[in-house]
């Protein structure tokens, strides 16, 4: 009987501390988050713009970085560089196709810690095109609302060709560059509340 007992007590233990060492999950907080992305234009001045509609879930382990993960996903369609002729051309089959491919996903498979900050490994996909990319991001948090909800930050700031994910419309220059350059600067912002 008493094995029994100390058999259950373990199990029990395992399963509480399996419980406190859990990822936590927390949800965007649209209104306190941004994606955003710039490019060249004739090769002078960078047209910036933003994605207005996007959703996603941060799963954060303090106690192993490894169980962490990220999820993203982004409406093509809500493409905003405020001029409405420029962002119908990019929901086009020039651009983004986002009739087609109506979204742009981020699906992360490890999380890794370095002195500078965080990697995400993971799967991005944009306009039907999926590729292992790395992202380099800087976290913060979590700490406590004004409503003492649980909040942390995540930034990121890297680069894309959007030539590798067959978003290929430009036209040469005569001076040689071209009227929409390749190289995408991307700047998101995540502000997550826990759940």
Same mark, same amino acid.
Request: cysteine-free.
């Given at each position: !009987?008493?094995?029994?007992?100390?058999?259950?007590?373990?199990?029990?233990?395992? /399963? %509480?501390? /399996?419980? @406190?060492?859990?990822?936590?999950?927390?949800?965007?907080?649209?209104?306190?988050?941004?994606?955003?992305?710039?490019?060249?234009?004739? /090769?002078?001045?960078?047209?910036?713009?933003?994605?207005?509609?996007?959703?996603?879930?941060? !799963?954060?382990?303090?106690?192993?970085?490894?169980?962490?993960?990220?999820?993203? $996903?982004?409406?093509?369609?809500? &493409?905003?560089?405020?001029?409405?002729?420029?962002?119908?051309?990019?929901?086009?089959?020039?651009?983004?196709?986002?009739? =087609?491919? +109506?979204?742009?996903?981020?699906?992360?498979?490890?999380?890794?810690?370095?002195?500078?900050?965080?990697?995400?490994?993971?799967?991005?996909?944009?306009?039907?095109?999926? $590729?292992? &990319?790395?992202? +380099?991001?800087? %976290?913060?948090? +979590?700490? $406590?609302?004004?409503?003492?909800?649980?909040?942390?930050?995540?930034? @990121?700031?890297? $680069? %894309?060709?959007?030539?590798?994910?067959? &978003?290929?419309?430009? =036209?040469?220059?005569?001076?040689?560059? %071209?009227? @929409? /350059?390749?190289?995408?600067? @991307?700047?998101?912002?995540?502000?997550?509340? =826990?759940?």
């Amino acid at each position: !009987m008493r094995r029994v007992m100390v058999l259950l007590a373990v199990v029990v233990f395992a /399963g %509480l501390a /399996g419980t @406190v060492w859990a990822a936590d999950s927390y949800t965007i907080d649209v209104a306190h988050s941004s994606v955003g992305f710039a490019v060249k234009h004739l /090769g002078l001045s960078k047209v910036k713009g933003t994605f207005n509609e996007f959703s996603g879930t941060i !799963m954060f382990d303090t106690a192993d970085y490894a169980k962490s993960s990220v999820s993203v $996903k982004i409406n093509a369609a809500s &493409i905003d560089t405020d001029n409405e002729g420029r962002d119908e051309h990019l929901r086009s089959a020039d651009f983004f196709e986002t009739e =087609k491919y +109506p979204e742009i996903t981020f699906v992360s498979e490890k999380i890794e810690k370095t002195a500078e900050g965080y990697l995400a490994h993971g799967n991005f996909t944009m306009h039907g095109v999926t $590729k292992k &990319i790395v992202l +380099p991001f800087v %976290l913060t948090g +979590p700490i $406590k609302g004004m409503m003492g909800e649980e909040r942390l930050a995540v930034e @990121v700031e890297t $680069k %894309l060709d959007r030539q590798d994910y067959g &978003i290929t419309f430009s =036209k040469a220059l005569d001076t040689g560059g %071209l009227v @929409v /350059g390749n190289e995408v600067s @991307v700047d998101i912002a995540l502000e997550a509340v =826990k759940k």
